[in-house]
């Protein structure tokens, strides 16, 4: 069974980093694009960041030059770096990955990490 398992959530003062990791697990064969979303209490979820196989990456306007993403395509696992965090950030931090699995393309979610920034 594939699995997308999230951690490094956390609770964390403002201006503060928090670093989580999404690896894929299971009978895995290739992973394309890989990306973090979020979704606050009472908001849809939204992009957070995107990154394709080749490295090519996608930011939302609100994280730009706060947030990298990054990816092991060896381990099939994606990475998002959180800094200067605001309380705006606080939300469950979903991952998502285009995998290659049982003879198919399909994509998947995480089970999401919650993120907490206090003012």
């Known amino acids: 069974q594939v699995q997308l398992v999230e951690s490094g959530g956390g609770l964390v003062q403002a201006g503060g980093s928090l670093r989580l990791s999404c690896a894929a697990s299971?009978?895995?064969?290739?992973?394309?694009?890989m990306g973090w979303y979020r979704q606050a209490p009472g908001k849809q979820r939204e992009l957070v960041a995107t990154?394709?196989?080749?490295?090519?990456?996608n930011y939302a306007d609100s994280v730009k030059g706060r947030v990298t993403i990054s990816r092991d395509n060896l381990k099939n696992t994606v990475y998002l770096q959180m800094n200067s965090l605001k309380p705006e950030d606080t939300a469950v931090y979903y991952c998502?990955?285009?995998?290659?699995?049982?003879?198919?393309?399909?994509?998947?979610w995480g089970q999401g990490t919650q993120v907490t920034v206090s003012s």
């Open positions: 990154i394709t196989s080749g490295g090519n990456t």
């Open positions: 998502s990955a285009y995998l290659f699995t049982g003879g198919r393309w399909a994509n998947y």
């Open positions: 299971g009978s895995v064969f290739g992973a394309d694009a």
